[in-house]
């Protein structure tokens, strides 16, 4: 009688409530891989591409194996997959698991930079010009999912990138999906909206991220599809769209949308660094504010985004004048 009549787990919000941690599934025998070969058109570094899809070392949906593989576990429309993503000699090999498997290989060309045009960049800068010539390989990615770029980057708001980091391995590996197929060890699939909706106040609390960016994320995951729906858009229109929700801000948007989209336009404002970094590269001016920046970018109007990504990728970065910041730990308050 007493499992007949259990306690519910409730319906939670970040003051509370409880909610119980998803199974963890043992992994079973992987089916065969579904498979696709594409054929670049045009140099292509798997690293650089799909770089700014891993949130730290640790990240559990991103994984690189000795063997040159990349493997990315995503929550799609249709259900969870796992895609591995390996050169050959006809070109990139994909190969799928799980329910998403057909829809991460439908869109394989456009994840590895198939709707970016590097041409379109007119180089005004001689560090840009022989970046550029040392890296033919850079493309822009565009996932077309929305949510497993807005959440991290609403985990890394006014942290230490650590920090953010942290919070992420811990919540995904905690409340997420194993991720389907033979990927490598502890890769997980992220939470599903509903899943983030249940996370109680004091796992969050214990992941390290204050009730602010705790209840963006909900606020957030409430309005999921939505969202989603933003992937369609054009990425002006899709930032906008993410900013009518409270806690999403231009610098969130904008960290969105060059993964979701592609979107070779969007730079990233109100950075702590950025603006210092694009002025000291383009202008030996490392107090430069957000002004400075957008007025340096401006003759790469319509390629900001990819001059940005070629500075970082320079490695030319102003020294740094006093101490990494300290990183903080709410979880021991």
Do not use: C, N
Not at 181 to 199: H, K
């Amino acid at each position: 009688m007493a499992g007949r009549f259990a306690p519910r787990p409730t319906r939670t919000s970040v003051r509370g409530g409880q909610a119980a941690v998803p199974a963890r599934v043992p992994r079973q025998a992987p089916d065969a891989p579904r498979a696709r070969t594409y054929v670049p058109d045009g140099p292509l570094d798997l690293g650089l591409v799909l770089g700014p899809l891993r949130r730290g070392a640790g990240d559990p949906t991103f994984r690189t194996t000795p063997d040159g593989a990349a493997w990315r576990a995503s929550l799609t429309p249709v259900g969870p997959g796992t895609l591995r993503v390996t050169r050959s000699d006809d070109g990139v090999r994909g190969e799928a698991w799980g329910p998403g498997a057909d829809w991460l290989l439908d869109r394989l060309p456009e994840l590895l930079g198939a709707a970016d045009d590097p041409s379109a960049f007119v180089p005004r800068h001689r560090l840009l010009a022989f970046t550029r010539h040392r890296l033919p390989g850079l493309r822009l990615l565009r996932t077309g999912l929305v949510l497993e770029s807005l959440i991290p980057s609403i985990l890394e708001q006014k942290v230490t990138t650590g920090e953010a980091y942290r919070a992420w391995r811990l919540l995904v590996r905690t409340y997420g999906m194993p991720a389907p197929g033979p990927a490598p060890e502890r890769m997980a699939v992220m939470p599903a909206p509903r899943t983030w909706a249940l996370i109680p106040s004091w796992e969050w609390h214990r992941a390290g991220v204050d009730d602010k960016r705790a209840s963006t994320v909900l606020r957030a995951v409430r309005v999921a599809a939505r969202l989603e729906e933003a992937a369609g858009m054009p990425p002006e229109e899709a930032r906008a769209r993410l900013e009518l929700v409270s806690g999403i801000g231009p610098w969130t948007s904008a960290e969105t949308v060059q993964r979701s989209h592609g979107a070779a336009d969007s730079v990233t404002t109100g950075d702590l660094h950025l603006p210092g970094i694009v002025g000291w590269a383009l202008a030996g001016d490392r107090d430069a504010d957000d002004s400075v920046m957008l007025s340096l970018l401006e003759p790469y109007t319509g390629q900001r985004h990819r001059a940005v990504r070629l500075i970082l990728l320079s490695g030319r970065t102003p020294a740094r004048r006093a101490p990494r910041m300290p990183h903080g730990d709410i979880a021991r308050l």
